[in-house]
């Protein structure tokens, strides 16, 4: 059974960069063609996909994102990692990590079949 699991601080100080890991059980990252996928919800809003990194390894961002995202993996230890840096308040949400059947590089392509349970980030002094 395919299981992934967020990890990461629940804190961050403004300005910094904000590192988040999703460990992925069940199936190998690199098999098939899937898309694994970074979003998060903030209070009072509608979850927002960030980016993404499909199986080959290409990968995929909110285009207003871009510049501050970066999304990598480790594929002898199976997870995916997300950097967000020069973080303000506003980035304070719960993030998630995600597997689609299909992606891109436009959030509506992405079809999720598998999810982490979320994780908390503050961003605060």
């Known amino acids: 059974q395919v299981q992934l699991q967020e990890s990461g601080p629940g804190l961050v100080a403004p300005s910094q960069t904000l590192t988040l890991t999703c460990s992925v059980s069940?199936?190998?990252?690199?098999?098939?063609?899937?898309?694994y996928a970074w979003l998060r919800q903030a209070p009072g809003k509608e979850r927002e996909w960030m980016g993404a990194?499909?199986?080959?390894?290409?990968?995929y961002y909110e285009p207003y994102l871009n510049s501050r995202t970066y999304i990598s993996r480790d594929t002898s230890k199976n997870h995916f990692s997300l950097q967000l840096c020069s973080v303000t308040p506003d980035a304070s949400a719960v993030y998630y990590c995600?597997?689609?059947?299909?992606?891109?590089?436009?959030?509506?392509?992405?079809?999720?079949?598998?999810w982490g349970p979320g994780t908390q980030v503050t961003v605060s002094s």
């Open positions: 069940g199936v190998s990252i690199t098999a098939d063609i899937y898309y």
């Open positions: 990194i499909a199986s080959d390894g290409y990968t």
């Open positions: 995600a597997r689609a059947k299909k992606g891109g590089y436009s959030s509506r392509q992405y079809q999720y079949d598998y």
